[in-house]
């Protein structure tokens, strides 16, 4: 674990100095299938060869395996579903194995998709980012916001009448000052509650580790099963269970949201316990909320759709 799905170009004057000559290197072979006019059985058939070809390396007892997702238009297969059928199969392969596999797909393949969710997704996305490109507020809005957001300091006026440069001279005591102009500004209220900052702290909530952690007991899931589910590495994995204040990135935090299949709003949770949030503004970010939004959570999936709009992969 995990599957990667990375561009490259292949030098063909490579010399093969990266192949590790202290271990022992195999070449499985991906036979393409030819179609004969079935979609529903030529997509069958290969997705059998990419799993057949995991099936070949797993008997090997390989730890990694490298396969170049080679052009099959002219067998009948277009480059989107090849890669499609190839995420798919090694994806399902992988929810048994902890082998790690690299996709390597050539520069110069192109993919296009006509499917059905393929455009329901690019509505998503257009619909989402014309929506969030400007957010309008009347003036009054704009004048409450400003007035409770800013803390309005002792005027240069003030200070100078107080007979001294002293930014304090002439008030009782900070404390004191700030109580009163946040009273002063709180809408008519006698009393502002005042917290200490360690008071604060010591009343924070969940950690990402503990939030996720419960969310696995509470379905009875199985460690193993989650961090697969997600793409992530059992090392990685093994760190967050072991360090109550692990912070992991956003791709990773977003990896075990998908693989637990949460809902958004609990989504969203996950991600603030460890300082993120999903923006209308990322496209990446755009492209999860479609997918939670209509109950996909096959991160394999996922992540084909995140490799062809060029956003990074999730896990991974």
Same mark, same amino acid.
């Given at each position: 674990m995990p599957l990667t799905i990375v561009r490259n170009n292949i030098d063909n004057n490579d010399n093969n100095?990266?192949?590790?000559? =202290?271990?022992?290197? @195999?070449?499985?072979?991906? %036979?393409?299938?030819?179609?004969?006019?079935?979609?529903?059985?030529?997509? &069958?058939?290969?997705?059998?060869?990419?799993?057949?070809?995991?099936?070949?390396?797993?008997?090997?007892?390989?730890?990694?395996?490298?396969?170049?997702?080679?052009?099959?238009?002219?067998?009948?297969?277009?480059?989107?579903?090849?890669?499609?059928?190839?995420?798919?199969?090694?994806?399902?392969?992988?929810?048994?194995?902890?082998?790690?596999?690299?996709?390597?797909?050539?520069?110069?393949?192109?993919?296009?998709? =006509?499917?059905?969710? @393929?455009?329901?997704?690019? %509505?998503?996305?257009?619909?989402?980012?014309?929506?969030?490109?400007?957010? &309008?507020?009347?003036?009054?809005?704009f004048n409450a916001l400003r007035n409770a957001a800013t803390l309005r300091m002792p005027s240069r006026e003030y200070r100078h009448k107080s007979g001294s440069d002293s930014f304090l001279s002439g008030i009782a005591s900070p404390k004191a000052a700030l109580a009163k102009e946040l009273e002063r500004t709180s809408t008519g209220k006698k009393h502002f509650p005042q917290r200490r900052l360690d008071d604060m702290l010591s009343q924070h909530g969940e950690t990402f580790q503990q939030m996720l952690i419960r969310l696995i007991d509470e379905r009875g899931e199985c460690d193993a099963d989650v961090y697969r589910r997600a793409n992530v590495h059992r090392s990685v994995f093994s760190r967050i269970r072991s360090n109550p204040d692990y912070r992991p990135s956003k791709n990773t935090a977003l990896a075990f949201a998908i693989a637990l299949r949460l809902p958004l709003e609990v989504t969203l949770d996950l991600l603030l316990r460890a300082g993120y949030t999903l923006s209308p503004s990322n496209r990446q970010d755009i492209i999860l909320k479609y997918y939670i939004t209509e109950g996909i959570y096959d991160i394999f999936e996922i992540n084909e759709t995140l490799f062809l709009y060029d956003q990074s992969l999730l896990g991974a």
């Open positions: 100095d990266n192949i590790d000559k =202290n271990k022992t290197n @195999f070449i499985v072979n991906v %036979t393409c299938p030819v179609e004969q006019g079935n979609d529903v059985d030529g997509k &069958r058939l290969l997705y059998e060869s990419y799993y057949c070809a995991m099936e070949q390396a797993k008997k090997r007892n390989c730890e990694s395996v490298t396969i170049p997702l080679t052009s099959f238009v002219e067998y009948g297969f277009p480059n989107a579903i090849n890669l499609h059928e190839a995420v798919r199969a090694i994806g399902d392969y992988m929810l048994n194995t902890d082998m790690s596999v690299s996709l390597v797909v050539f520069d110069d393949i192109s993919f296009t998709s =006509n499917s059905k969710s @393929f455009h329901s997704l690019n %509505t998503f996305i257009e619909k989402s980012c014309s929506e969030n490109r400007y957010q &309008r507020v009347s003036q009054e809005e």
